[in-house]
């Protein structure tokens, strides 16, 4: 209970938070040409909170934090609702009466108040520093593309494509970038056995496009990254406690097969039902040999599976000399900043239009659901991953915004190119339709996260 809860309170500050910055842009870009702004609106529904200033702009706050506008005098937008609030005594500025290249700033500088909000968050990212996991391998899944490429547990990532691999993130958004593709894969790395440097390929026919990405790319690849492990807790009545197993024991091997990742320790337990082995674990430094007794249970399906009766953790501090540590000065924070935000707005592009394409399924449109189990994850991993969330979701609703779709800033946009063309204002039907149009095409867009998000808790 405690969980959903503070899933819910994430995701609603990372919505105010998005959503405010975007508006505000359009807000204080409307200021700027002296555009009267009626009314600065967080969310959609009854006020919750609403109060004016000393130049007749309402704020308020809506009972559901599912988006914002603001609203200028003379804008005819059909989800704002009605002129109030606008007083006669002074001449107001409306929005019909500034330039069609002043309109189309005020409409750019939601998306744009997206992107440098990006920018901050990355800039802070790198600036309080980050603690990354290094590329090795932890685990091979059977018939991946890894192992098809020749990845064995201890191998370290050096480039994937041709772009250099620093950091497992490195990796995970390079393979990013091949989703949706036909071709192949090619993976650089070096042996973790003997040090050479060697390479593979991967065939890839229409990679990951028409599956719903429920498990981690790296997943889907076919590795888990290298995550060893210690026992944070033995049951009493299991067979690790019968073995002699204590709390703090590092795991090195089962059966006398290496164990370097936690998945990996999960798949050997649980394919080794009423099993006799041993387990080879660290304890204050000394290697030490212990007899396992593997027990066993059914799962739903009646397929028995292993099980010792411990709870198991990462043990991050074998990893120290490993862990790839970033703190830059603020003049290389911000270059950083940029380079990151920009490699995520080309990232996601190229998603937009696979999917577009059907190159990739559409049934990785998240919705409200799905957002807020991302913010709630991300916010109880820590400050630096809820502000890359932020990051994250802020350039989403930039770039969304920009789509040419009747109501978004990008059917803004073409509106204001097409009356720049025509000379004239456009008719005012051609505009009820070319709104309908654009309620329809964002409530089936909805419609669509929705029943992904549903479909994703069935």
Aim: hydrophobic content about 45%; aromatic content about 8%.
């Amino acid at each position: 209970m405690i969980d959903i809860i503070f899933m819910i309170v994430a995701s609603i500050i990372l919505i105010v938070v998005i959503v405010g910055v975007h508006e505000l842009g359009h807000f204080l870009a409307a200021r700027k040409f002296g555009v009267h702004v009626i009314r600065f609106k967080i969310g959609f529904g009854k006020d919750l909170i609403s109060r004016f200033d000393k130049n007749g702009t309402e704020f308020s706050i809506g009972l559901l934090p599912l988006g914002g506008y603001v609203q200028m005098l003379g804008e005819d937008n059909p989800i704002q609702g009605t002129e109030t609030g606008v007083g006669t005594e002074t001449k107001l500025i409306s929005y019909n009466e500034i330039t069609h290249g002043a309109r189309a700033i005020i409409t750019l500088a939601g998306p744009i108040a997206n992107f440098l909000l990006a920018v901050l968050a990355y800039f802070l990212i790198f600036v309080i520093g980050t603690k990354e996991l290094p590329p090795i391998v932890g685990f091979v899944h059977e018939a991946s593309l890894a192992e098809e490429v020749g990845l064995e547990v201890g191998d370290r990532i050096l480039e994937v494509d041709g772009s250099n691999i620093v950091s497992l993130n490195d990796f995970n958004q390079a393979l990013a970038t091949r989703i949706g593709e036909t071709g192949s894969i090619k993976v650089k790395f070096i042996k973790g056995n003997n040090d050479t440097k060697t390479s593979g390929i991967a065939k890839i026919d229409k990679w990951l496009g028409s599956e719903d990405l429920e498990e981690s790319i790296l997943t889907t690849f076919g590795i888990e990254p290298f995550s060893p492990i210690e026992i944070s807790e033995v049951l009493p009545s299991g067979s690790a406690y019968k073995s002699g197993l204590l709390k703090q024991d590092k795991v090195l091997g089962i059966g006398g097969v290496p164990v370097k990742s936690l998945r990996a320790f999960q798949e050997m337990i649980s394919s080794l039902p009423d099993t006799n082995t041993f387990i080879e674990i660290e304890r204050k430094n000394e290697i030490v040999i212990l007899p396992l007794d593997i027990e066993s249970t059914e799962d739903v399906t009646g397929i028995k599976r292993g099980l010792i009766g411990v709870r198991i953790a990462v043990d991050y501090s074998v990893m120290n000399d490993l862990v790839i540590t970033t703190q830059e000065d603020p003049f290389r924070a911000t270059y950083l900043a940029l380079e990151k935000t920009y490699g995520i707005i080309i990232l996601i592009i190229d998603s937009i239009g696979k999917m577009l394409t059907g190159a990739v399924s559409s049934d990785n449109i998240g919705g409200p659901i799905q957002i807020g189990k991302i913010a709630g994850l991300s916010a109880m991993a820590g400050f630096i991953p809820f502000i890359s969330t932020i990051a994250f979701i802020s350039i989403n609703l930039g770039l969304i915004n920009l789509l040419p779709i009747p109501i978004l800033d990008g059917g803004q946009l073409v509106l204001i190119a097409a009356e720049k063309i025509k000379g004239s204002e456009i008719s005012e039907s051609f505009l009820e339709y070319f709104y309908r149009l654009g309620l329809l095409a964002l409530l089936l867009i909805m419609s669509l996260a929705v029943f992904n998000d549903i479909g994703r808790l069935i």
